[in-house]
């Protein structure tokens, strides 16, 4: 007989996630409880929408409280706990479904895996893991304590259980939630409140720092972490995070000597911690011990995936580690191993595909003649347009140009038009000469983030067919102030870009002292000029890298010319980078010993 659940929530303005939470629980639960805190957008309307009993709470700081107050609403013998914008896909609902026919343990409280996704995107190499408790009994007590990141506090003759098969789907760490709810700002407040009233709450010190580490506050972060590191308990259910926490960040901050510490205190208490082993391979990679690396590597391979009550990134026993250890052997240029790590890879988790790029920056170091290279990279695939995208990304990366058009033709015979389709067949177009054919790609939605990008490579097309006019009239659809962030300075770029080509004064591009984003910028519109023989209007581009204040722009011209065989003007643009900046780094001194 299946159990009956009551999914107890707090929500508040949470429209954007709630229906699909809701979508892939109701056929499960025998109740939904929501208490709403507050919510101006159509949360509750959603909310009652799937049938849910909704109840109203005056918040008041305190997320125990509210919690609470859903837990007393339930009528169900067992209580569910999800938020708004937690999800449970396909498999983990049957699991779910399965582990609820079962006779389940009533002095049990059932902890699943959180699969929390942090960046931008949707991304199973942006992905932290925890444990959380989801199922427990109803009406034992059972109940919630803490302003903030409350614990669930149960009578003495129970016990956490750990259930392997239901992963929860998190997406409230992503940038969009973060930034829109100011959730960062709101805990920050709440810690620092429930410190000054407790200034030996060592949680507390640990839960401050994880929110200033998510703001990139690395050091505030640290000072957090290190109060509550003084009274460290190897047993606290949070200590092996704290370990790991502090390790990371040392590293973020290129202070290795520190983190290799942590990770040691860490392994010592913690052997069988293979994120620990993860990020110690890290720190030899970015400080070019490569037998180091491949130990740490190895020995995260020995250990695989940890346990669930040690588990935080998904794959630092299986892909992951097979990937770097790839990586490692790339530039030992063992490249027959290497090619076999990306495979494993690849076996452990057929849809990570960063290890396809990998082997066809392999096969181009071996000269595989272009037919045979086709074959071999299509064989790791099953013929479909996403695959076709893919491998013209592909053979993009590694300059073959004319042939990831041919992948892009493919992917339009079958009537795929993606905005990043059309964008990758600008840059191929540009790339090969084929600067009419650019111009007249099709327009794209203005309000789309790459309209912007697929323009500008219509500018320089229309530049090089000496079409001035269609340049200055494409550039006039734009206006800096109207533009944030990249859009911005990619716009200063090109219209100093005309300037220079209409023989209109120029003006300063950026005076900020080593300003990062403008360079590539410009190296891009030079290997433009550069790959398609362009050398007259290269002359003139080459002015716009005097138009920023970066001391490394001749080191990274002349590393241009390198990659494209040009050797006397990279070491040309490389010595006078050291004589005139004094700027050099490993590479360039490579450069010149050529």
């Not at 009993?53 to 837990?71: D, G, H, I, M, T």
Request: with cysteine; aromatic share 12%; glycine share 4%.
């Amino acid at each position: 007989m299946k159990n009956e659940v009551s999914l107890c929530m707090i929500v508040k303005n949470e429209e954007k996630y709630l229906p699909q939470c809701l979508k892939s629980i109701k056929d499960i639960v025998d109740e939904i409880i929501i208490v709403d805190t507050g919510s101006t957008d159509r949360t509750v309307d959603i909310a009652k929408s799937f049938g849910a009993k909704v109840y109203y709470f005056q918040w008041n700081n305190n997320f125990s409280e509210a919690r609470n107050e859903s837990l007393k609403h339930a009528t169900k013998d067992w209580i569910l706990i999800l938020d708004a914008d937690d999800e449970l896909y396909t498999k983990d609902q049957e699991n779910l479904k399965d582990l609820l026919t079962k006779q389940l343990d009533e002095n049990a409280i059932y902890f699943f895996e959180t699969l929390n996704y942090y960046g931008s995107t949707i991304d199973d190499n942006s992905i932290t893991v925890n444990l959380n408790p989801r199922l427990f009994k109803n009406n034992q007590g059972t109940h919630y304590e803490g302003e903030i990141h409350n614990q669930l506090v149960h009578s003495e003759n129970k016990y956490n259980l750990i259930y392997k098969f239901v992963q929860i789907h998190h997406y409230g760490y992503m940038e969009n939630s973060i930034s829109s709810k100011n959730k960062r700002n709101r805990n920050i407040t709440l810690l620092k409140k429930q410190i000054e009233e407790n200034p030996d709450d060592v949680f507390a010190y640990f839960n401050l720092g994880t929110e200033y580490a998510a703001l990139n506050d690395e050091r505030t972060a640290l000072e957090h972490y290190y109060k509550s590191f003084e009274n460290f308990d190897p047993l606290n259910g949070y200590s092996f995070l704290l370990i790991l926490r502090i390790a990371i960040l040392n590293h973020k901050i290129k202070d290795y000597n520190t983190s290799l510490k942590f990770i040691n205190i860490g392994i010592e208490h913690y052997p069988k911690f293979t994120d620990l082993y993860f990020l110690k391979s890290l720190i030899f990679r970015d400080t070019n011990m490569p037998m180091y690396q491949i130990k740490a590597l190895e020995k995260c391979i020995e250990l695989g995936e940890p346990s669930p009550d040690l588990k935080c990134f998904y794959g630092v026993g299986t892909f992951k580690a097979y990937y770097e250890l790839g990586n490692a052997y790339i530039k030992l240029k063992d490249y027959d191993t290497a090619y076999n790590y990306f495979i494993e890879a690849m076996k452990s988790k057929p849809d990570f595909i960063e290890p396809i790029y990998c082997i066809g920056h392999i096969l181009k170091i071996q000269n595989i003649p272009i037919d045979d290279f086709k074959k071999i990279i299509e064989k790791f695939f099953i013929d479909s347009p996403k695959s076709n995208f893919i491998i013209a990304n592909l053979f993009y990366n590694e300059q073959y140009y004319k042939t990831a058009l041919e992948y892009i033709e493919k992917c339009e015979k079958a009537n795929i038009s993606t905005t990043d389709l059309l964008l990758l067949k600008a840059k191929c177009l540009v790339m090969t000469g084929y600067f009419n054919d650019c111009i007249n790609i099709k327009c794209i939605d203005e309000k789309n983030s790459s309209y912007l990008y697929l323009n500008m490579y219509k500018i320089i097309s229309s530049i090089l067919t000496n079409n001035n006019v269609n340049a200055l009239s494409l550039l006039s659809n734009f206006k800096e102030d109207t533009l944030s962030g990249h859009d911005k300075k990619l716009l200063r770029v090109y219209t100093q870009f005309i300037n220079l080509f209409i023989k209109k004064p120029t003006l300063i591009i950026s005076e900020e002292e080593n300003e990062a984003d403008y360079l590539p910028i410009i190296l891009e519109i030079c290997e433009i000029l550069l790959i398609n023989d362009k050398f007259d209007e290269l002359a003139i581009a080459v002015n716009l890298l005097n138009l920023v204040n970066n001391k490394f722009v001749l080191l990274n011209l002349g590393k241009l010319y390198y990659k494209h065989g040009y050797i006397d003007l990279a070491k040309k643009e490389i010595l006078r980078s050291i004589k005139e900046l004094e700027v050099y780094d490993k590479e360039g001194l490579e450069i010149l010993m050529h």
